[in-house]
């Protein structure tokens, strides 16, 4: 069966600092993957989407950058964080070519940047 | 791009009274329909979800949703809820003309009390 992987959970990290957040698949090949952002009172914003190594669509111009390195791995990263990348940050994929398929989510990471 | 209307943010019920949560979405156009629920600190699970035929689908806790064309809604409802059905519900469309994108509203929690 497929399982998605989310890490950290939780973290905590000051304005200026890098991020790296981590997202992995497995039990299934060459998923849609994709990293969403849920702020406190809103809606869930995607930030990105792949649909295969290497390839980054991006839907909200920010200090945050995406990269998929391997088939079943995307990564979230920023070089310096500001207090507004606060929030909850979700990892999701689908099956590839599965325009029916709904999105499957990870548990998430709480994000706070003091 | 599409839109999501889900036009309360808060919804309080008392437990085993019916309810109802408000989805609306923009486009004409051929869309899959879908609804999530989220607990707290956790991602989100699909509900249930709506490709074709019926316009009324059910999940396996008791929610159901109907498609209304005309309408451009999807809304959920349960004839009774219970105190663990308290989470945020998110509705979501995914457009057929580009199916790698998922688009959410802004989400309603339901506060089931005793």
Redesign the interface.
Same mark, same amino acid.
């Given at each position: 069966s497929q399982t998605i992987h989310?890490w950290p959970a939780t973290l905590v990290q000051p304005v200026g600092s890098p991020l790296s957040l981590e997202c992995t698949v497995e039990g299934t090949s060459n998923p /849609?993957l *994709?990293w969403?952002r849920q702020a406190a009172?809103?809606? $869930?914003q +995607?930030l990105f *989407?792949s649909?295969g190594i290497g390839q980054i669509?991006s839907?909200v111009p920010q200090n945050l950058s995406a990269s998929r390195p391997q088939d079943r791995q995307f990564i979230l990263s920023s070089k310096k964080l500001l207090l507004s990348d606060s929030g909850f940050y +979700?990892c !999701?994929w689908i099956e590839w070519g599965? !325009?029916?398929s709904? $999105?499957?989510?990870? /548990?998430?990471t709480?994000l706070t940047v003091t | 791009a599409q839109s999501v209307t889900q036009l309360d943010s808060q919804v309080p019920v008392f437990e085993e009274a019916p309810v109802e949560l408000r989805c609306n979405y923009s486009s004409s156009v051929s869309v899959y329909l879908f609804w999530y629920v989220q607990y707290p600190n956790q991602g989100l699970q699909l509900l249930l979800k709506y490709l074709s035929g019926s316009t009324l689908v059910e999940s396996i806790n008791g929610f159901e949703a109907e498609f209304n064309k005309s309408q451009t809604s999807f809304h959920l409802r349960k004839p009774s809820v219970h105190i663990s059905d308290t989470a945020e519900y998110f509705c979501a469309v995914s457009d057929l003309r580009d199916f790698n994108k998922f688009y959410f509203g802004s989400g309603t929690k339901l506060n089931v009390k005793p």
């Open positions: 989310q /849609n *994709y969403y009172g809103r809606g $869930l +995607l *989407y649909v669509s839907e +979700l !999701a599965g !325009a029916d709904p $999105l499957h989510f990870g /548990n998430g709480r | -």
